[in-house]
């Protein structure tokens, strides 16, 4: 099969799905969660192909910018759909489909960049396993809090239609995004962990800033959940703090990887 089938695939089952949805939304009706989820196991099932064609060489994992972004995205539409049954998180696919069409686009499409190649390192794929589920953990995070600050917003303006009068209550939202947040923090504890274990030199010169503002994530999400717990922090004081520890985050991963696959090419 050609690697461009698959992609091009992927990218139509996910602005098929999210056109549904959105037609569903604006008529001010709820979706067939059944139908969500077989056009979203689908979509996943080209973005996997399409992925492995990407990813995989015979030396060994190739990683650049553009595939980890399809790799997390499609990590996280993965976890949200598995999440589906149990948990009212349809209305995040809204804006998760678009971004699986989209990075999966540009991982076919975009230049490639000068990733180095991964070799079979167990300990070294464990690490990068975990730093993808923590990032896509706090990507889902980042889009419940808008979502929260959304619906927010429209409540205390006193104008509760449109997107919002399919969403859950106020604190179940805000259930969910703790929830979420706990858990992205948790898979960073142990992908810091297992960066510190083997990887030779966390503060090596192409890793000091992502190392860094690693770091002063972890801490700006554990002082968040700390605050949550003691202080009953919430709403906009959760959503901006949100906010910050993501951009630290993606300043760690994607930032530093920009940089060095772009600009100084090593």
């Not at 794929?125 to 917003?153: E, P, R, V």
């Not at 409540?155 to 179940?172: D, E, W």
């Not at 690693?214 to 959503?239: C, D, E, N, P």
Request: charged share 10%.
């Amino acid at each position: 099969m050609h690697p461009l089938l698959p992609s091009l695939a992927a990218a139509c089952l996910y602005a098929g799905a999210t056109g549904y949805q959105g037609y569903h939304l604006a008529q001010r009706t709820a979706p067939d969660k059944r139908l969500l989820l077989v056009l979203g196991a689908l979509a996943l099932i080209a973005h996997g192909f399409s992925l492995f064609h990407q990813l995989m060489v015979p030396s060994g994992l190739h990683l650049d910018f553009f595939s980890a972004a399809s790799l997390i995205a499609g990590a996280v539409i993965l976890l949200i759909l598995m999440a589906l049954r149990r948990m009212p998180v349809e209305n995040l696919l809204l804006l998760l489909f678009p971004l699986g069409s989209l990075t999966v686009l540009a991982a076919e499409f975009a230049p490639t960049g000068t990733a180095p190649v991964i070799t079979d390192q167990f300990g070294i794929l464990a690490h990068i396993l975990l730093s993808i589920l923590a990032y896509g953990m706090f990507t889902i995070a980042i889009f419940q809090a808008l979502l929260l600050h959304l619906q927010d917003h429209h409540l205390k303006h006193k104008h509760p239609a449109g997107l919002i009068r399919n969403f859950p209550p106020l604190q179940t939202m805000e259930s969910l995004l703790f929830g979420f947040l706990w858990a992205g923090w948790i898979l960073l504890c142990a992908s810091l962990l297992t960066g510190w274990i083997f990887l030779d030199d966390l503060f090596a010169q192409h890793l000091v800033h992502k190392t860094f503002f690693s770091m002063v994530a972890w801490a700006v999400f554990g002082l968040l959940l700390w605050g949550r717990h003691q202080l009953g922090w919430r709403g906009h004081t959760a959503i901006r703090w949100t906010l910050a520890g993501f951009c630290l985050l993606m300043l760690a991963y994607f930032g530093s990887k920009l940089v060095r696959e772009f600009i100084l090419h090593i």
